[in-house]
């Protein structure tokens, strides 16, 4: 089958691979219909992370079962199904409690399983004509009769559906609420969106890219661009002075335009002054160093010049962590069936897996109109 493979930092290519295969009687195997990169490939593709040379990339995927094991009951051939990017056991102390981005069995003692990453096991990912999905009853989202008509929809729930959703979780927001986000790449701008679903007042979105910005506008958010003078400040006067109820982190560890630099702290700090005393922040963004010269380095992953005594005298809480995909997805997946969600807004490019090299190259440069993009095997 042809699959997109990583053979290190920036290069990425399009090879024939051995066929995906049912390889457990628990296994599912599905025919991808829509595979689309994300965000967190970039932390590979950019070489932040130990990923070994020949995997298939992958995280978003959704497709049809054309075949499955023997001890599969629930899901059937033909089904269309969404993955969401945690691969489960359905079975350890986390699974059973819908904690599924901490599998204890899959990956144990870190941070859970998923497809096509570094360091949450060896599993394949989904760019690629065919995808096993272990635990498959577990691991499958069966979607509804629209499912093809609205696939562009259905396939963020397999991450930054549930992920903007899980930022706003882990913030607690609230009907009335105040919000603001940092960062307008998928993530945030699904941050926003999710914010506006639970009923938030006002949903300021902060990034540099105007084109983002544009989208977070279309999604009802208030568009902060920190280039055009301090977001901190933006938002305070937006507030009354006050500070935004809660706060969401949508960037991660990465190079800060603004700087030319790596300021991995700057959106931890700032949120803690742009949110209210005693407010609460959720992070999602991924903090993995930037060019780590070493397995040392690699392991100081995510240290960062915190303000810890300004977060501790504004008594504000922070949450952390991976989305628990399948905790969220039986509700957004309801909220796109009835109309209610449409999270297909920010998709820009619809393009087949050969062309995944040349837009891993235009997503990672956040080059003007890349917001997000969708491959399709079958184009
Ligand atoms: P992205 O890189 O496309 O978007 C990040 C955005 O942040 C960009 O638009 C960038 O311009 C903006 N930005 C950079 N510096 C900023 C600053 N100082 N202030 C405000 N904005 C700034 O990525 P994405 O796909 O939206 O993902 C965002 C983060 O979420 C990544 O770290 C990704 O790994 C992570 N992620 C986490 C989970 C999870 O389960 N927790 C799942 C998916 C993605
Ligand atoms: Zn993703």
């Known amino acids: ?6 053979f290190g930092p920036r290069d990425v290519r399009v090879v024939e691979m051995p066929d995906a295969k049912i390889e457990q009687s628990t296994d599912v195997l599905v025919k991808i219909t829509t595979t689309n990169i994300c965000g967190s490939d970039l932390h590979m593709y950019e070489g932040r992370t130990d990923m070994e040379s020949g995997k298939i990339l992958g995280h978003e ?3 049809r079962v054309v075949e499955v094991g023997k001890a599969v009951a629930q899901i059937k051939v033909g089904d269309m199904v969404c993955l969401p990017f945690n691969i489960g056991c359905g079975h350890c102390q986390n699974c059973e409690s819908g904690l ?5 069995t899959l990956n144990p003692g ?8 570094a360091g949450m096991g060896p599993f394949s990912g989904g760019q690629a004509e065919y995808l096993r999905v272990p635990h498959g009853d577990f691991n499958c989202l069966k979607l509804p009769e629209d499912a093809i008509e609205k696939e562009n929809d259905y396939v963020m729930l397999s991450d930054i559906f549930p992920t903007g959703y899980h930022a706003t979780e882990l913030a607690g927001v609230k009907p009335g609420d105040s919000v603001v986000i940092y960062g307008a790449g998928p993530v945030g701008l699904m941050a926003a969106h999710s914010a506006s679903i639970k009923g938030a007042s006002k949903i300021m979105v902060v990034d540099n890219h105007p084109d983002r910005l544009k989208l977070a506008e279309e999604f009802g958010a208030i568009p902060i661009d920190f280039s055009k003078g301090s977001a901190v400040e933006q938002v305070l006067e937006l507030t009354n002075g006050k500070g935004a109820d809660k706060g969401c982190e949508c960037v991660g560890y990465q190079c800060c335009d603004k700087h030319g630099k790596e300021h991995s702290n700057i959106t931890m700090n700032e949120l803690v002054q742009a949110v209210k005393a005693t407010g609460s922040i959720g992070v999602v963004g991924v903090f993995v160093p930037k060019d780590p010269k070493s397995k040392e380095e690699l392991q100081k992953e995510g240290h960062m010049d915190f303000d810890f005594g300004q977060f501790w005298m504004k008594g504000q809480r922070i949450a952390t962590g991976q989305a628990n995909v399948k905790a969220y997805n039986r509700q957004l997946s309801t909220l796109i069936s009835v109309g209610k969600a449409r999270p297909s807004l920010i998709v820009s490019h619809e393009l087949s897996l050969d062309e995944a090299p040349n837009a891993y190259k235009h997503f990672d440069a956040r080059d003007k109109g890349w917001t997000k993009v969708l491959l399709k095997p079958e184009m």
């Not at 089958?1 to 990583?6: G, P, R, S, W």
């Not at 599924?100 to 204890?104: I, V």
């Open 110 to 117: 870190f941070a859970g399983a998923a497809y096509g990453f």
């Open 100 to 104: 599924t981005g901490f599998c204890l």
């Open 61 to 63: 995927n959704m497709g």
């Open 1 to 6: 089958m042809k699959a997109l493979v990583y």
